[in-house]
T-cell receptor, first 114, second 113 residues
């Protein structure tokens, strides 16, 4: 079975720009969650998508938005980038939305905002 | 609301010594408990999880954890560590009916020869 694939692995953006991060979920998984991991901290929940609908959101402003496609892949979009958005963005897929479903994480996208 | 506190930010230990990484949590609802490991420049890998049943949970790579409901703790242990166990370890909790996980800030385990 294939794992979770994220692209790109690294990118550098300028403050005020927009960015799109991509995630291909593990085969058979229909739920995708996005997390932001700042340096030296644990991952923070951004939102979750299930069957192309947002199914839960953390404490992030509306300039963080997402999409899930019919094949369950997903995008994270961030508008009006700020310096504090610099972080590792992790995508995790699972086969359901319940608390007992295990996550499979991708290796992340390292975003640097200058 | 939920929170997770990992009581040690860094744990240095010699190879073949035992180790315990401590995790306390608070939550107003029932939760599931998880430990993940993160190697440099990689995502998180699940070590073990507690859903129900026996409070002693065994995971991969020889790790185990014990759920203590009265002390709201879920400490991770390994009787004998290897150099390859050097990594960042994260404790996490998740509502029993929702997918959002709340993570601690991590414990850096450094195994010295």
């Amino acid at each position: 079975e294939t794992g979770v694939t994220q692209s790109p692995t690294h990118l550098i953006k300028t403050r005020g720009q927009q960015v799109t991060l991509r995630c291909s979920s593990q085969s058979g998984h229909n739920t995708v969650s996005w997390y932001q991991q700042a340096l030296g901290q644990g991952p923070q929940f951004i939102f979750q998508y299930y069957r192309e609908e947002e199914n839960g959101r953390g404490n992030f402003p509306p300039r963080f938005s997402g999409l899930q496609f019919p094949n369950y892949s997903s995008e994270l979009n961030v508008n009006a980038l700020e310096l504090d958005d610099s972080a590792l963005y992790l995508c995790a897929s699972s086969s359901g939305t319940g608390g007992d479903y295990g996550y499979t994480f991708g290796s992340g996208t390292r975003l640097t905002v200058v | 609301a939920q929170s997770v506190t990992q009581l040690d930010s860094q744990v240095p230990v010699f190879e073949e010594a035992p180790v315990e990484l401590r995790c306390n949590y608070s939550s107003s609802v029932s939760v599931y408990l998880f430990w993940y490991v993160q190697y440099p420049n990689q995502g998180l890998q699940l070590l073990l999880k507690y859903l129900s049943g026996s409070t002693l949970v065994k995971g991969i790579n020889g790790f185990e954890a014990e759920f203590n409901k009265s002390q709201t703790s879920f400490h991770l242990r390994k009787p004998s560590v290897h150099i390859s166990d050097t990594a960042e370890y994260f404790c996490a909790v998740r509502n029993t009916n929702a997918g959002k996980s709340t993570f601690g800030d991590g414990t850096t385990l450094t195994v010295k020869p």
